[in-house]
């Protein structure tokens, strides 16, 4: 199916690679449909979540673990059968990238997290947590 996008103009679908958002997103409750987009890489750093709900609804996005960041994060029961996750391997964890408008540079927003199931197409925010970052000189 063709969605279009603010940001990319006319993009190409494929149905089963929707991402469902059963709450939505915290601000964009009415956002259910995510597309998740990257360049022509084999290894892609950022990411792009595409709304298909509302087209000017898109957010960078970066692989916890591409920053160093190991998350220990727990899910209830509740989370877990929203986002049909039976395996903790199953989750893939996203930080949603921010431009600081003062001084120009990009923030990860670490304390929220994005928690999806790619097997079932699923995901969730994690919102309030208390990232515990230790920095080593390896």
């Known amino acids: ?6 940001p990319f103009g006319t993009i190409d679908v494929d149905p089963a690679t929707v991402i469902d958002f059963p709450l939505g997103l915290p601000g964009f409750e009415q956002c259910h449909r995510f597309k998740l987009l ?4 084999d290894a892609p750093t950022v990411y792009w979540l595409q709304s298909l709900d509302d087209a000017e609804v898109c957010f960078s996005v970066i692989e916890a673990d591409r920053l160093g ?7 209830s029961d509740e989370e877990c ?18 431009r600081d408008d003062a001084s120009d ?7 929220s997290p994005l928690v999806l199931n790619l097997q079932a197409r ?5 919102a309030g947590l208390r990232a515990q ?5 390896d």
Not at 38 to 41: D, G, I, T, V
Not at 122 to 126: F, P, T
Not at 133 to 137: A, E, G, M
């Open 69 to 75: 960041l190991n998350y220990q994060v727990k899910l």
């Open 38 to 41: 990257h360049e022509e890489r």
């Open 105 to 111: 540079k990009v923030k990860a927003l670490t304390q």
């Open 81 to 98: 059968a929203l986002i049909a996750l039976d395996d903790a391997s199953q989750a893939q964890l996203l930080l949603m990238l921010a």
């Open 1 to 6: 199916m063709q969605q279009f996008s603010t």
């Open 133 to 137: 970052i230790v920095l080593t000189n």
């Open 122 to 126: 699923k995901g969730m925010q994690k």
